[in-house]
């Protein structure tokens, strides 16, 4: 039903549309529905900006998609960070999410890195728990002083 691949400049917009829709829609715990924190999340959430992060990081750069289209948008950096995991709220718990974490995973362990990090949304831990990644300190501060955690997991071929 999913396909995971690298994303394509051309479905910026696209990408965009899924990723704005989960800040907004998804993750009502990180932003409690503040206009300010919204605004300051979504700032760099463009067309324009995502085609830069694909076209800037072209192998990093993961969507998953369905019959119905995009349904989500996932980002890693050379350094092993998985940036951006964003599932479209129509698609969510339907394995979007897991299938973009393999494939960046994957994708770091061709690029020889053996632990990935990334930093989680108070929405989003419960899940990076459970797909087996650890809490590696104290939470930081996110966007309108919410909390975030800094996560890792080990990744080795087949994992």
């Not at 917009?13 to 989960?22: D, G, H, K, P």
């Not at 996932?74 to 998985?82: A, D, T």
């Amino acid at each position: 039903m999913w396909t995971f691949r690298a994303a394509q400049p051309d479905e910026a917009a696209e990408a965009c549309m899924v990723i704005r829709r989960s800040v907004e829609e998804l993750c009502q715990a990180d932003h409690e529905g503040d206009p300010a924190i919204l605004e300051h999340w979504l700032a760099n959430k463009t067309p324009k900006q995502v085609r830069a992060w694909i076209e800037a990081e072209p192998a990093g750069g993961f969507v998953g998609v369905g019959p119905a289209g995009i349904a989500g948008v996932g980002s890693l950096l050379p350094s092993g960070r998985i940036a951006l995991n964003y599932v479209a709220p129509w698609a969510r718990r339907q394995g979007v999410s897991t299938g973009l974490m393999r494939a960046m995973e994957q994708r770091a362990v061709e690029a020889g890195h053996t632990v990935c990090t990334l930093t989680s949304t108070i929405t989003a831990h419960a899940f990076y728990l459970t797909y087996g990644y650890q809490d590696t300190g104290e939470p930081v501060r996110s966007f309108g002083g919410k909390p975030a955690f800094p996560m890792r997991r080990l990744v080795a071929p087949g994992s």
